[in-house]
């Protein structure tokens, strides 16, 4: 029977690090491809700057998958800020700034679950939905100052910010729910 634990303890920081590390590595060798492609076949159109936005979602993920198999506090920030260095470590192309914003989102991601345990271990629709929404703008708020998004058109930026969130709330929210619920099925983990 698999466990979930809330305490931190080698096996908890031991899980938390191996969910960072095989999402920085996903990050880097398959979202940044995948987006990469796609930014460029739409830079004829001029809203290539919207595929810095409509992918936020998927680099969002580490943070809850490492929240639902280590339900305390802090388990989300530790686990994306792990993807991030991960990622600028292989060779990702935004470099050490990743590190920052990894820190960022994961610390956003937790809102939907601070500051209550038992959020953290009910891994619940809710709290999901709603950490995935301020992680949606702990990506965007530093990321327009940081890359001046400040200077595009007025509905470009309300593109842009129309599909951070969206997409954060399909694949930080529900794909991450949905991938958690099969855990669930599959093995039916008791909390310590």
């Given amino acids: 029977m698999f466990t979930r634990s809330s305490k931190w303890n080698i096996k908890s920081i031991i899980l938390v690090a191996l ?5 920085g590595v996903i990050y880097t060798y398959g979202f940044n491809n995948i987006y990469n492609l796609a930014k460029v076949a739409l830079l004829p159109t001029g809203f290539a700057p919207v ?18 198999f280590v339900p305390t506090p802090g388990s ?36 939907g ?27 965007f708020i530093p990321t ?17 910010f129309i599909t951070n969130i969206i997409s954060a709330l399909v694949f930080d929210g529900v794909l991450v729910k949905l991938i958690t619920n099969l855990f669930d099925k599959a093995l039916k983990p008791r909390i310590e």
């Fill in 144 to 160: 327009y100052f940081l890359y001046g998004w400040n200077h595009y058109k007025l509905s470009l930026q309300i593109a842009m």
């Fill in 19 to 23: 969910i960072g590390i095989v999402m």
């Fill in 51 to 68: 595929m810095d936005t409509l992918f936020t979602g998927l680099w969002l993920m580490a943070a809850p998958l490492a929240m639902y």
């Fill in 76 to 111: 989300g920030t530790i686990g994306e800020f792990i993807a991030s260095f991960v990622e600028m470590a292989v060779g990702g192309q935004w470099g050490a700034i990743t590190m920052l914003s990894g820190l960022i989102q994961g610390a956003t991601n937790e809102i």
């Fill in 113 to 139: 679950f601070f500051p209550k345990k038992k959020r953290y271990q009910d891994f619940s629709w809710k709290s999901v939905m709603i950490g995935a929404f301020f992680a949606s703008l702990g990506a």
